[in-house]
């Protein structure tokens, strides 16, 4: 049985997966409920029906990683029941876990949020402290790879001319050991500095053998890392490691949580954050704080949440966040001495649409249609028309991906051509917009804007193989040849089972061997 894996450009036919076959075998839907809730249980992962497609292809995986029978491939009914008729022993909990999450991330994700971080909260903070002790404490949860923490030790390493003064603790948890080990080995590929200024590169990596970068080891050193599943209520901090925190990071991790886990979890942070302590979550998931105690602060688009003092009133979300007249007082008070120079905190604050999530989740899980009709209203609101920011940049983006998966290729590039407009400087949403290009026949649009794509980020891998693939139609030998050795070097110097992103759907090592399979194809070619 043949799968047709999809590059721009180009079919190649490769052996269907075994994973793939698993997930289109039948396990009735009852077990699938109860293993829904195992996972829920005992890791707080969070699978709706709508994701059982997802679950039964992870749990395939995680089926021959666990099964001692030594049969291939193992029979799903057989080991799901198995599983259930058993308390989860660590072993266990750590293989699901390393097959049921998602490790995507990079360093400075997000640069307007290290932006404020560096210009507003932190010199507050660091002012504070340098009276009390000199002690800075910050978690980053869900930290995967280790890239967030690390970042923010960068970021203090700069600000701190006389840093080794200071009692500095970093703590980076997450649920993956797998995610967890390569943390604490701090090396990372090209992949990882997708958004990394030269500076910091230049500064706090050093270059090791297969193109990859290792954290210098002053950075290393004021970074601690745990495995930490946040579904252990009552067992999440026994030995106070998480107490007194300046800053808690969570983002990216709230989206795959029950509504009953997120309130848990989140009451955990606020428990965790000093009194004036800040809370830092993704902007997608800013809906869900609904804590008495955290109030939301808007930074010129960047929402953080600070823990009030005793006895502060809550405040309501929907349609907004309101605050008491008294608590406003308060608020104003305290921030105008705080955040001196610095632009207002506001009053009112319109967290991203639930919708949106709720489209990012349909996207996800392959309902490709669904997504698109939740984004509808959002493409057709006015602040959305007029409004060329980065927000709105994303939801275009998102909305022309889901277009384009559907066939309705032409209004996908009306909305990634608008989302372009609005972050011309985002290398993805460029290099998506030249493959869209290509699909409806504009290629020469196509290969102006991977050149721009390339312009942007030199080292992006996908779109070195797609203009090489271009050149090669055209018979231009040498640019292409040029083009797909500088793909193969990249894409060797990333994860071989990492899926890489922009819509292909396939593997590296996938990509290597197509690569590699053209560049043999160019030795038979005249040079042009």
């Not at 602040?383 to 060329?388: E, I, P, T, Y």
Request: neutral net charge; proline residues 6%; hydrophobic residues 40%.
């Amino acid at each position: 049985m043949k799968e047709a894996v999809k590059f721009p450009g180009i079919r190649i036919e490769s052996p269907l997966n075994t994973e793939t076959d698993k997930t289109d075998a039948h396990v009735p839907e009852y077990l699938l409920n109860q293993l829904s809730e195992y996972i829920n249980d005992n890791l707080g992962l969070y699978f709706p029906k709508d994701r059982w497609r997802a679950l039964k292809r992870s749990m395939a995986a995680a089926a021959r990683d666990l099964d001692e029978t030594g049969k291939d491939p193992p029979n799903m009914e057989t080991f799901i029941n198995r599983l259930l008729s058993q308390p989860p022993t660590s072993e266990i909990l750590d293989v699901l876990a390393r097959r049921l999450t998602i490790g995507e991330t990079y360093f400075f994700r997000d640069m307007h949020l290290f932006d404020v971080l560096r210009d507003t909260v932190l010199p507050e903070i660091i002012r504070k402290r340098r009276y009390e002790g000199k002690r800075l404490r910050f978690w980053s949860a869900g930290c995967c790879t280790g890239e967030e923490p690390y970042t923010l030790a960068i970021l203090l390493d700069r600000m701190l001319a006389d840093r080794y003064t200071w009692n500095i603790k970093i703590m980076g948890s997450d649920i993956n050991t797998a995610f967890i080990e390569r943390a604490r080995e701090g090396v990372y590929t090209t992949w990882s500095f997708r958004e990394t200024p030269k500076w910091a590169l230049d500064a706090y990596f050093t270059k090791s053998a297969g193109g990859r970068y290792r954290i210098v080891p002053k950075i290393k050193r004021m970074v601690d890392f745990m495995q930490l599943n946040l579904a252990e209520n009552g067992r999440l901090d026994p030995d106070g490691t998480f107490k007194d925190m300046d800053i808690v990071f969570c983002r990216n991790v709230m989206m795959y949580f029950k509504p009953e886990q997120r309130h848990r979890t989140i009451d955990c942070f606020a428990s965790s954050l000093k009194k004036g302590g800040w809370f830092v979550i993704s902007p997608s998931e800013s809906g869900y704080v609904k804590h008495v105690r955290l109030n939301p602060v808007n930074f010129s688009g960047v929402l953080m949440f600070r823990k009030t003092m005793e006895g502060a009133k809550p405040f309501q979300v929907g349609g907004g966040v309101k605050l008491d007249r008294a608590s406003r007082s308060e608020r104003s008070s305290v921030e105008s001495k705080s955040f001196r120079g610095r632009p207002d905190p506001v009053d009112i604050v319109e967290p991203p649409p639930d919708v949106y999530l709720e489209a990012i989740t349909c996207f996800e899980t392959g309902s490709f249609q669904a997504a698109v009709d939740s984004l509808r209203p959002l493409l057709e609101s006015a602040s959305l028309k007029n409004g060329a920011s980065i927000h709105s940049a994303k939801i275009m983006y998102l909305a022309a991906r889901a277009l384009g998966a559907t066939g309705e290729t032409a209004e996908a590039v009306l909305w990634c051509e608008k989302a372009a407009a609005a972050d011309h400087v985002n290398p993805e949403i460029h290099y998506f917009l030249a493959t869209l290009y290509q699909e409806i026949g504009r290629f020469e649009d196509s290969k102006t804007t991977l050149r721009h794509v390339l312009f942007l980020d030199p080292e992006f891998a996908p779109a070195h193989f797609t203009i090489g693939n271009l050149m090669r139609q055209e018979g231009k030998t040498n640019e292409s040849r040029r083009h797909f050795e500088k793909a193969l070097d990249l894409l060797t110097a990333m994860p071989p089972d990492t899926v890489l992103p922009h819509g292909t759907g396939a593997p590296v090592k996938t990509f290597v061997g197509v690569t590699e399979t053209l560049l043999e194809n160019l030795k038979n070619r005249p040079v042009s």
